[in-house]
């Protein structure tokens, strides 16, 4: 696949989604309090490159699903992981003023409207995803929602920003700690997509254990690049505050190997991530990714 196959690709995936949740919020939302809608929507509408929720999609056609039904399961990712940001950014977290290039959504409307919001998200897309779980009668699909729980609850994204929280007074000590916090707190929602995308198809367990090595050489691809980019990138590219690792004198892949050896950290993750999909037909766009995350630049 070309990078131009794959920017047409995710495009028209992440469309798809936008389409749907602009859908949602204008009709299922509509019962929620004017105020909290218009925050939760605000966030959810900043956009992003939708990476998460393209990657169910692709997934799931991948192994022969159909997009129309995962779509419910892509916008509750996109939720979950846009209430996520809303809550990283809020003073008592990172304090982020901005996010996807625009102020943050506590900037906006406060901080008590802000934990709302992000409350509301959460629980709305569990509401989506289990509305069509219910509605579709498939196994798969039940299963993509347990995925998407378990990996964004207590065991999963949670547990990792709570292990980041804590280690900030005295900072991360060794790289063991470092690994268990971005295994959690970023390569678990990649996986969720990954896996739920997976189960959705109704995929067998032998490529399911493939994926799941896949997606965490991926995460671990992803936090490298973004701990290199928070050195070296463009601010305005990037629609975030940069350097705040380096100012709390935080301990990142870039701080620890270096800039050099993070980036050769990369392309091992990269090369172990496309070695994952060995024996799984049609992974074009799954390989694209990984290409496409090695040389990001936002």
């Given at each position: 696949m070309t990078a131009g196959e794959y920017k047409k690709a995710s495009l028209r995936y992440k469309e798809l989604v936008e389409a749907e949740l602009d859908r949602i919020f204008r009709g299922p939302a509509r019962d929620v309090y004017p105020r909290l809608r218009e925050a939760m929507f605000y966030s959810i509408e900043a956009g992003g490159k939708r990476i998460r929720p393209c990657l169910l999609l692709a997934v799931c056609e991948m192994l022969g699903g159909d997009a129309a039904s995962a779509l419910p399961f892509a916008c509750g990712l996109e939720m979950i992981h846009t209430y996520s940001l809303i809550h990283d950014?809020?003073?008592?977290?990172?304090?982020?003023?901005?996010?996807?290039?625009?102020?943050?959504?506590?900037?906006?409307?406060?901080?008590?409207?802000?934990?709302?919001?992000?409350?509301?998200?959460?629980?709305?897309?569990?509401?989506t995803m289990l509305a069509a779980a219910l509605k579709?009668?498939?196994?798969?699909?039940?299963?993509?929602?347990?995925?998407?729980?378990?990996?964004?609850?207590?065991?999963?994204?949670?547990?990792?920003?709570?292990?980041?929280?804590?280690?900030?007074?005295?900072?991360?000590?060794t790289e063991e700690m470092l690994r268990f916090i971005h295994r959690h707190k970023t390569a678990d929602m990649l996986e969720?997509?990954?896996?739920?995308?997976?189960?959705?198809?109704?995929?067998?367990?032998?490529?399911?254990?493939?994926?799941?090595?896949?997606?965490?050489?991926?995460?671990?691809?992803?936090?490298?690049t973004d701990d290199?980019?928070?050195?070296?990138?463009?601010?305005?590219?990037?629609?975030?505050?940069l350097g705040k690792d380096a100012e709390a004198d935080k301990l990142t892949y870039a701080v620890?190997?270096?800039?050099?050896?993070?980036?050769?950290?990369?392309?091992?993750?990269?090369?172990?991530?496309?070695?994952?999909?060995?024996?799984?037909?049609?992974?074009?766009?799954?390989?694209?990714?990984?290409?496409?995350?090695?040389?990001?630049?936002?």
């Open positions: 950014d809020l003073p008592c977290m990172d304090d982020d003023d901005m996010r996807r290039g625009r102020p943050s959504n506590h900037r906006v409307f406060g901080e008590a409207m802000a934990v709302l919001a992000g409350d509301g998200l959460l629980s709305f897309a569990f509401e579709s009668g498939s196994r798969g699909c039940l299963e993509a929602v347990s995925e998407i729980a378990d990996r964004a609850g207590a065991r999963g994204m949670v547990t990792g920003q709570a292990a980041d929280l804590e280690c900030e007074g005295e900072g991360i000590k969720a997509a990954v896996i739920s995308g997976a189960r959705i198809a109704g995929a067998d367990d032998g490529t399911v254990a493939k994926l799941r090595r896949y997606s965490e050489s991926m995460g671990l691809l992803f936090q490298i290199i980019l928070d050195m070296t990138g463009d601010p305005e590219l990037m629609g975030k505050t620890l190997l270096g800039l050099d050896g993070a980036r050769d950290a990369a392309r091992q993750a990269a090369e172990a991530a496309k070695a994952a999909l060995d024996g799984i037909p049609d992974a074009d766009y799954l390989i694209a990714t990984v290409d496409n995350m090695l040389t990001r630049s936002n």
